[in-house]
């Protein structure tokens, strides 16, 4: 089942610029992780939030957790050409289970 | 660095046809996945296994068995392949037992089944 919903389902926007992706869920989680692919590749672990987290950072990263809400949310901070990717999120059930999202497609104008 | 190799990136295949996809990965991970991906559906989760000889099946194991006869490899068997079972297909490992933190995946392979 599929329960972690990315919104948007598509963004464009221009190089250097920032991109703001978000993630739903329904039930409660262990943790929330957000993986990047590019386009007909595998996917990329990015980064991992715990339930008890409320903001990571990365690099250019920063993730934030809502558990009240269910929701998290992805930044990309001064976005590149090489960003331009699809993007999902996984949740971590109490089961151990992970549930994927649709995934956010990005594009990076230059 | 982790690597999880799929044998093949793409295969073209004809409906009825036995189809295996080959995974290895290279550190000693004891779970292994096997995903489709579809358009607009995510990943969805096919078979998965803890252990050596060991097995589950996940939200859509219809069509599709697996083997895991060593540690580092996990085959996805399409026992009669369908037109409906063309899609990416991904492998992906992690390390220990308990929560599933950062899955390490293969390239894929992009499964066409004429």
């Known amino acids: 089942s599929q329960q972690g919903e990315e919104d948007p389902q598509a963004l464009s926007i221009q190089e250097g610029e920032n991109a703001t992706m978000n993630c739903s869920y329904k039930t409660s989680i262990n943790n929330l992780q957000w993986y990047r692919q590019n386009s007909g590749r595998g996917l990329v672990h990015l980064i991992l939030i715990r339930s008890n987290e409320r903001e990571k950072h990365s690099g250019r990263l920063r993730v934030t957790l809502d558990t009240s809400k269910k929701s998290s949310s992805l930044l990309i901070t001064a976005s590149r050409a090489a960003d331009t990717a699809s993007y999902f999120c996984a949740t971590e059930d109490s089961n151990y289970q992970l549930i994927w999202g649709a995934g956010t497609k990005l594009i990076i104008k230059p | 660095d982790v690597k999880v190799t799929q044998s093949s990136r793409y295969l073209v295949k004809r409906t009825g046809e036995k189809v295996f996809l080959e995974c290895v990965q290279d550190m000693d991970h004891e779970n292994m996945f096997w995903y489709r991906q579809d358009p607009g559906l995510g990943l969805r989760l096919i078979y998965f296994s803890y252990d050596v000889k060991m097995k589950e099946k996940g939200d859509i194991p219809e069509g599709y068995s697996v083997s895991r006869e060593k540690k580092e490899r996990f085959s996805l068997i399409l026992e009669s392949a369908s037109t409906n079972q063309t899609s990416m297909y991904l492998c992906?490992?992690?390390?220990?037992?308990?929560?599933?933190?950062?899955?390490?995946f293969g390239s894929g392979t992009q499964l066409s089944v004429l």
């Open positions: 992906a490992s992690t390390p220990g037992s308990g929560p599933n933190e950062k899955l390490f």
